[in-house]
C-alpha cells in the first residue's frame, strides 16, 4: 500500500535518528492523535464498565447477565480485530478506522439507552466489535503509515496509552457510579467516540482499497461466538443436567473451531495453538489457563466490595486497578529474563496466581479490605511474572513462517480465554444461587465458590508448565 505523500516526503518523518518530536508533527502528529484517542477510548471503556455495572445492575436488575457484558465484548473483540484486515483490504485504511469508531458509539450509545441488562449485553457485543477493530488498525497503520525509525516510538505512545487508561478509567466511571448515573459513563464515551470517527475520517489517507475478495473467517468465528454463549447460557438455566449437556457441547464447538482453524489456509492462530504435543500448544494452554484464572480474579471485585464491604464505587475501581498496575510492573522488570530465570519466572507467578486466589476465597467475605487489595497484589504480581516469558516462548517454539502469526494471535487468544473465564465465572455464580437482590448471605458464599473454583486454572497451568519444559528441552537439543 502507498504511504501518503506527507510521510514519504523529506523532513522530520524521515529523520534517520527518529525523535521523538518527529511523531509530534505535521501529518504524522495528526495519525498519532487519532490512534492514540482511539486507544485510549477502547482502553477506558475497559476500566469503566468494572466501575458501573455493579450500579447498573442495582438500578435495572439483570445480576445473572453480569458475567455476560464482559463474556460479549470479549466476543464482540474477536470479531472485530479478525476482520478489520479483510475490510481494510476492500474498503482502505480510512473507511476501517472511521466505521469501527462509529460501530464504537452505536454500542455506547445503545447500552447507555438501555432498559434492561439483557439489552446491555447486546450493546455490549456491538462494542467489542468496534472497540477490537479500532485496536488492530491501529498497529496496521503504524506499520503502513510510520517510516521504520519511528514505529518503535509510535508503538511506545499506544503503551503509554494503555497506563493512562488504568488512572483514567476507574476515576472516570467511578465517578458516575458515586451519583448513579451509570448511563452517563456510557454517553460521555459516546461523545468521544463520535469525535475519533471524525479525526479518523479526516486525517487518515483511503490508501488502496478493493484489490480483490478477502475471506472472512465466518464459520470459525461464528463457532468461536457460539461457543462462549453456550458457556453464557448456563448462568440462565436452573437444571444442572443441562448444564452440564452446554458446557459439554461448548467445548466440542470451540475445539471444532481451532480443528478448522488449523487447516484453513489463512488461520487466525498457529495451527499448533491448541495442540499439546508441541511446545507452543503447551505454552498457549498455559497463556489461556492463566488469563480464565485473572478473570476469576477479577471480575466480581467491585461488585463484593461494594455490596459485602460498604466501599464505594470509586475507591472500589481504584483497588480493582491495583492487579493490573503490579501486572505492569513486575512485567517490565522481568522483561529481558532468558533460561532458567525465565522458568523460574513462569512457575513462581502461577503459584502466586494460586496462592491468591485461595487467599481471596479465605477473606472475601470477613475482609478487611486491605488484606483482598494486598491479594489482589500478589495475582497481579503472579500474571506479570509469567506474561513476558510465556510470549517469547511461545514465539521461540514457533516455526519461522508463523512466528508473525504467532505474535500477533497473543491477544486474540487471550481475549477468547477472557470470553471462556467469564461465561465459567458466569456458570459458577448461577449454580451458587445468586440473583438480582444480591443478599450478603448469599453474595459471599458466591464469590467463596467463584475464588474457590479459580484456583483450578493455575494448578492446571503448573501441571502443562512442565510439559511444555519438555518440549522446550527437546527444541533445544535438536538445535
Known amino acids: ?8 516526503s523529506a523532513g522530520p518523518e524521515t ?14 502528529g495528526l495519525y498519532t492523535l487519532a490512534l492514540n484517542l482511539g486507544t485510549i477510548l477502547f482502553a477506558i471503556s475497559n476500566f ?13 436488575g439483570g445480576l445473572r447477565y453480569y458475567a455476560w457484558t464482559f463474556a460479549l465484548f470479549s466476543v464482540g473483540s474477536v470479531i472485530g480485530a479478525a476482520g478489520t ?28 439507552m438501555a432498559s434492561n441488562m439483557e439489552t446491555v449485553v447486546a450493546w455490549r457485543l456491538v462494542q467489542g466489535i468496534g472497540g477490537g477493530a479500532i485496536a488492530s488498525q491501529g498497529y496496521a497503520l503504524i506499520a503502513e503509515m510510520y517510516p521504520e525509525n519511528l514505529r518503535g516510538r509510535a508503538l511506545s505512545m499506544l503503551s503509554t496509552a494503555w497506563g493512562a487508561a488504568t488512572i483514567l478509567g476507574p476515576a472516570f466511571g467511578g465517578v458516575f457510579a458515586e451519583f448513579g448515573n451509570w448511563r452517563g459513563a456510557f454517553f460521555a464515551l459516546g461523545g468521544l467516540g463520535v469525535v475519533f470517527a471524525y479525526l479518523a475520517w479526516r486525517v487518515v489517507p483511503a490508501g488502496e482499497a478493493g484489490h480483490g475478495k478477502v475471506r472472512f473467517p465466518v464459520t470459525r468465528l461464528a463457532l468461536l461466538a457460539g461457543a462462549v454463549l453456550g458457556l453464557s447460557a448456563t448462568a440462565l438455566i436452573d437444571n444442572n443436567w443441562v448444564r452440564i449437556a452446554l458446557v459439554v ?7 471444532e473451531a481451532f480443528r478448522r482453524d488449523a487447516s484453513a ?13 508441541s ?14 484464572a485473572m478473570v476469576f480474579i477479577n471480575l466480581y471485585v467491585t461488585l463484593y466490595l461494594q455490596k459485602l464491604h460498604g466501599v464505594t464505587p470509586l475507591v472500589a475501581a481504584y483497588i480493582f486497578v491495583v492487579n493490573s498496575m503490579t501486572w505492569s510492573t513486575v512485567a517490565f522488570f522481568v522483561a529481558s529474563w532468558k533460561g532458567r530465570k525465565e522458568a523460574t519466572a513462569i512457575v513462581l507467578g502461577l503459584v502466586l496466581m494460586f496462592a491468591g486466589l485461595a487467599g481471596l476465597a479465605s477473606v472475601v467475605v470477613s475482609g478487611p479490605v486491605y488484606l483482598i487489595a494486598l491479594l489482589l497484589v500478589v495475582t497481579g504480581a503472579g500474571m506479570g511474572f509469567i506474561n513476558n516469558p510465556l510470549i517469547q516462548r511461545a514465539i521461540a517454539a514457533a516455526p519461522p513462517d508463523e512466528r508473525a502469526r504467532t505474535g500477533s494471535s497473543v491477544q486474540t487468544l487471550r481475549t477468547v480465554g477472557y470470553s471462556f473465564g467469564a461465561a465459567m465465572a458466569g456458570l459458577v455464580i448461577a449454580v451458587s444461587g445468586l440473583t438480582d437482590d444480591a443478599a450478603p448471605e448469599i453474595l459471599g458464599p458466591a464469590m467463596q465458590s467463584v475464588h474457590a473454583t479459580g484456583t483450578a486454572f493455575p494448578v492446571l497451568a503448573i501441571i502443562l508448565t512442565f510439559v511444555m519444559f519438555a518440549h522446550g528441552r527437546r527444541r533445544l537439543a535438536a538445535d
Open 1 to 8: 500500500m502507498n504511504r501518503s505523500p506527507s510521510t514519504g
Open 48 to 60: 469503566v464498565v468494572v466501575s458501573i455495572m455493579p450500579t447498573a445492575a442495582a438500578d435495572i
Open 15 to 28: 529523520n534517520a535518528t527518529g525523535r521523538w518530536a518527529d511523531i509530534f508533527r505535521g501529518r504524522l
Open 249 to 255: 457441547v461448548s467445548v466440542g464447538i470451540a475445539a
Open 85 to 112: 484486515g479483510p475490510v481494510r483490504e476492500a474498503h482502505g485504511h480510512r473507511t476501517t478506522l472511521a466505521g469501527a469508531g462509529l460501530i464504537f458509539t452505536a454500542g455506547l450509545l445503545g447500552a447507555a
Open 279 to 292: 511446545e507452543m500448544g503447551a505454552t498457549f494452554w498455559v497463556m489461556m489457563l492463566s488469563t480464565m
Open 265 to 277: 489456509e489463512l488461520p487466525l492462530f498457529p495451527r499448533q495453538a491448541v495442540d499439546l504435543r
